[in-house]
């Protein structure tokens, strides 16, 4: 004969007139559900919903949520092996814009709407490259806290919250490229040459060691790149990733200049730096730009970054017909892990890259001045 007793959980109604209930949970508790209800039949359907999530496995224990939002990013950051730039970023955003407004927060109550009016409200006050760092990163640990079973879904769900729309940079033509590197100081006209048409970043450029030019095959190979954290420390690291470790074949037409510097400028032996300073240290970015600047006024030449460069180097080298997988072995691209094991590009292609873009270089020489009527230079001189 039937009893009427639940088989699961029990509810009973307060003096109040509301319901509460409660439920043996896996971990051997007896729990009340989070907040009383109006009626018997809402009592009783929350403690059928919460059967099914404790017979399916998906019970999660409401505890575990309770950690504040700050300590359990800092411990996400700290548990990672990070690239010390990376730290640094992930460090400073959380600071000045996650930890102010979720840092005392229980990541269980981080929800959808309050995440939506965070990313609000920062849009007023920083950049968007900022906001979608800072909101990638969130997104980043509210991922690991789904999967330690601290909350049962993820609050970041901005469609595109991560991704900015960036205006495209300008290009510099093949006079203005070399009436740059006649302006800069001698030491670092290579430098603009190297950026320009092999597409090297700056920190990858600073890496250069002696070991890494190969004068007679005519190519540069990138192993390291120097980066500056913002306590002025400079750190020496591999590339981002396996795409960023490569061969680079060199155009003909620059091979003077390369030459010429080498003798005069880099430092002796294998390990020596191709590109210091009048005082031997390694160039330093803000110096740099303080020169970068001065040359282009001095060629009229407004809003080109010196990172514009490489810009000028995808276009020039995707204008030789090369195909998406040899531009992405060039300038060391890379999109997804697939791409990194597939995407090769031979010896021979890369110099009759190398050629093509030669071609066009001298071409360009030819074709006359840049935006200011300055005669283009000759390399090597």
Same mark, same amino acid.
């Given at each position: 004969?039937?009893?009427?007793?639940?088989?699961?959980?029990?509810?009973?109604?307060?003096?109040?007139?509301?319901?509460?209930? $409660?439920?043996?949970?896996?971990?051997?508790?007896?729990?009340?559900?989070?907040?009383?209800?109006?009626?018997?039949?809402?009592?009783?359907?929350?403690?059928?919903?919460?059967?099914?999530?404790?017979?399916?496995?998906?019970?999660?224990?409401?505890?575990?949520?309770?950690?504040?939002?700050?300590?359990?990013?800092?411990?996400?950051?700290?548990?990672?092996?990070?690239?010390?730039?990376? $730290?640094?970023?992930?460090?400073?955003?959380?600071?000045?814009?996650?930890?102010?407004?979720?840092?005392?927060? =229980?990541?269980?109550?981080?929800?959808?709407?309050?995440?939506?009016?965070?990313?609000?409200?920062?849009?007023?006050?920083?950049?968007?490259?900022?906001?979608?760092?800072?909101?990638?990163?969130?997104?980043?640990?509210?991922?690991?806290?789904?999967e330690d079973q601290l909350?049962?879904?993820?609050?970041?769900?901005?469609?595109?919250?991560?991704?900015?729309?960036?205006?495209?940079?300008?290009?510099?033509t093949v006079p203005e490229?070399?009436?740059?590197?006649?302006?800069?100081?001698?030491?670092?006209?290579?430098?603009?040459?190297?950026?320009?048409?092999?597409?090297?970043?700056?920190?990858?450029?600073?890496?250069? $060691?002696?070991?890494?030019?190969?004068?007679?095959?005519?190519?540069?190979?990138?192993?390291?790149?120097?980066?500056?954290?913002?306590?002025?420390?400079?750190?020496?690291?591999?590339?981002?990733?396996?795409?960023?470790?490569?061969?680079?074949?060199?155009?003909?037409?620059?091979?003077?200049?390369?030459?010429?510097?080498?003798?005069?400028?880099?430092?002796?032996?294998?390990?020596?730096?191709?590109?210091?300073?009048?005082?031997?240290?390694? =160039?330093?970015?803000?110096?740099?730009?303080?020169?970068?600047?001065?040359?282009?006024?001095?060629?009229?030449?407004?809003?080109?970054?010196?990172?514009?460069?490489?810009?000028?180097?995808?276009?020039?080298?995707?204008?030789?017909?090369?195909?998406?997988?040899?531009?992405?072995?060039?300038?060391?691209?890379?999109?997804?892990?697939?791409?990194?094991?597939?995407?090769?590009?031979?010896?021979?292609?890369?110099?009759?890259?190398?050629?093509?873009?030669?071609?066009?270089?001298?071409?360009?020489?030819?074709?006359?001045?840049?935006?200011?009527?300055?005669?283009?230079?000759?390399?090597?001189?």
């Amino acid at each position: 004969m039937a009893t009427g007793k639940r088989a699961f959980g029990r509810v009973r109604k307060l003096p109040s007139g509301r319901w509460q209930a $409660r439920y043996p949970a896996p971990d051997g508790l007896d729990r009340p559900a989070p907040s009383t209800f109006r009626t018997k039949k809402e009592a009783t359907d929350w403690l059928a919903d919460k059967q099914t999530e404790v017979r399916s496995g998906a019970w999660i224990d409401p505890d575990a949520g309770k950690i504040p939002f700050g300590a359990y990013a800092a411990a996400w950051v700290k548990q990672r092996r990070l690239q010390e730039t990376t $730290r640094e970023l992930y460090e400073t955003l959380l600071r000045l814009h996650l930890v102010p407004t979720f840092g005392l927060v =229980p990541i269980a109550d981080v929800t959808p709407a309050g995440v939506r009016m965070w990313r609000a409200d920062r849009l007023e006050t920083a950049g968007a490259p900022t906001v979608a760092k800072a909101y990638a990163l969130m997104r980043a640990v509210m991922n690991t806290a789904l999967e330690d079973q601290l909350i049962t879904r993820n609050p970041c769900r901005i469609k595109g919250g991560s991704v900015v729309d960036t205006p495209e940079r300008p290009t510099a033509t093949v006079p203005e490229v070399f009436q740059l590197a006649e302006a800069i100081q001698p030491r670092f006209r290579l430098l603009v040459l190297l950026a320009s048409f092999l597409g090297l970043r700056w920190g990858e450029l600073i890496a250069l $060691r002696g070991q890494d030019i190969d004068l007679d095959a005519g190519t540069v190979r990138v192993r390291a790149a120097v980066a500056e954290l913002r306590s002025g420390k400079r750190v020496t690291k591999p590339p981002k990733s396996r795409a960023g470790v490569r061969t680079v074949a060199i155009p003909e037409v620059i091979l003077p200049a390369l030459r010429l510097h080498m003798g005069i400028f880099a430092e002796s032996g294998r390990d020596g730096r191709v590109f210091i300073g009048a005082k031997g240290a390694t =160039p330093r970015r803000n110096h740099f730009n303080r020169l970068w600047h001065k040359a282009c006024g001095e060629v009229g030449i407004k809003d080109l970054h010196f990172h514009d460069l490489r810009h000028t180097g995808n276009t020039l080298t995707a204008s030789t017909g090369a195909s998406t997988k040899e531009l992405m072995a060039r300038f060391g691209h890379s999109t997804t892990r697939a791409a990194l094991i597939y995407q090769h590009a031979t010896e021979e292609r890369q110099r009759t890259i190398a050629d093509a873009l030669n071609a066009q270089i001298i071409e360009g020489m030819k074709r006359g001045s840049g935006r200011n009527g300055h005669a283009a230079g000759t390399p090597g001189e």
